[in-house]
């Protein structure tokens, strides 16, 4: 199935991650990472239901790039949460599956 990109939550393709720089965060929620052991070793893990407005993330220098599983709401909201602070957020289209068949899964 195709995601239908919202034009206001900036995202970018998982083939553009390394050149973008900055955080890599993985907000997928813990069942889906137990049911999938592949990580990226680059990303740092937020629970997304401990991401508020009070996150030691939302006062983080720099660009931020957040991935689920599949590129849907929980890294759109945690993008938009962050922008809404100020930072430089976008998320991976596509999620962690798009990561993987990109081939920049590290």
């Not at 995601?3 to 991650?17: F, G, K, L, T």
């Not at 939302?58 to 962050?82: D, N, R, W, Y």
Request: glycine share 10%; charged share 25%; with cysteine.
């Amino acid at each position: 199935m195709t995601a239908v990109q919202n034009p206001y939550i900036p995202s970018i393709p998982a083939r553009e991650i390394a050149a973008r720089g900055g955080r890599l965060v993985d907000v997928r929620k813990a069942p889906a990472r137990q049911a999938d052991p592949r990580r990226d070793g680059r990303a740092e893990w937020i629970d997304p239901f401990d991401l508020g407005h009070d996150h030691p993330l939302m006062q983080a220098k720099g660009p931020i790039t957040f991935f689920c599983v599949a590129g849907h709401e929980v890294s759109q909201f945690a993008c938009v949460l962050a922008r809404l602070h100020g930072r430089d957020a976008v998320f991976v289209e596509g999620g962690f599956a798009a990561m993987m068949d990109a081939g920049v899964v590290q």
